[in-house]
């Protein structure tokens, strides 16, 4: 299964509503992740299982979709949210990642 | 608290073995399945396969060029190449995932930085 992004980088100001989409060439059925790796940092899930925010993350972010499509919301980005965000899918054997969606302010 | 640690950098010519290894620590490792993600010089992120409790799924990309294993004895687990190629240069991270159905790798190792050049 093959995941595109919508943007390969995207740049907004602090207390904006950034979205990122991650669209999968077949349905993932809810089986797709995102992480946000910050610069020389190594990636830290953010959100699992399409919408469950992982423990000690900030609930200003936020997970939607089904099917083939996909969301990871910022309601207000914040300067340490500056960092480059994957999704990820393991519905298949094979599990891929989405080629990352850079978020600079 | 969960930390997977993973041996340090490592600089090897072509053709060279290597072993990198990540140890688990703060749960029971063995209860949990871990996984190889590599991401090469300013490039994304590449699954590269999965050790459960009884076999190994690898990336047909990786099959065949690396081996994973896991020692719960020592709560560790291994990535092994027999011959490396400059293309192995990346950083290698070793994740967690709790084997159910949605989960998501929900904690990385630090990183081992390999780089392979003649």
């Known amino acids: 299964i093959q995941l595109t992004q919508s943007a390969s980088s995207l740049s907004a100001s602090v207390g904006d509503r950034v979205t990122i989409t991650c669209r999968a060439s077949?349905?993932?059925?809810?089986?797709l992740n995102w992480y946000q790796q910050r610069p020389g940092k190594a990636p830290k899930l953010l959100i699992y299982?399409?919408?469950s925010l992982e423990s000690g993350v900030p609930s200003r972010f936020s997970g939607s979709g089904s099917g083939t499509d996909y969301t990871l919301t910022i309601t207000s980005l914040q300067p340490e949210d500056v960092a480059t965000y994957f999704c990820?899918?393991?519905?298949?054997?094979?599990?891929?990642f989405g080629p990352g969606t850079k978020v600079e302010i | 608290e969960v930390h997977l640690v993973q041996s340090g950098a490592e600089v090897k010519k072509p053709g060279e073995s290597l072993i990198i290894s990540c140890q688990g620590s703060?749960?029971?490792?063995?209860?949990?399945?871990i996984g190889w993600v590599r991401q090469m010089p300013g490039k994304g992120l590449e699954w590269m396969g999965i050790?459960?409790?009884?076999?190994?799924n690898y990336n047909p990309s990786f099959q065949g060029h690396v081996t994973m294993s896991v020692d719960n004895s020592k709560s560790t687990a291994y990535l092994h190449w027999s011959s490396l190629k400059a293309s192995d240069t990346a950083i290698y991270y070793c994740?967690?995932?709790?084997?159910?159905?949605?989960?998501?790798?929900?904690?990385w190792g630090q990183g081992t930085l390999v780089t392979v050049s003649s």
């Open positions: 994740v967690r995932h709790m084997g159910a159905a949605t989960a998501g790798l929900d904690n």
């Open positions: 703060g749960y029971n490792f063995a209860n949990y399945w």
């Open positions: 050790v459960y409790p009884d076999n190994t």
């Open positions: 077949q349905t993932v059925n809810h089986y």
């Open positions: 299982g399409a919408f």
């Open positions: 990820h899918q393991t519905y298949s054997a094979v599990w891929t």
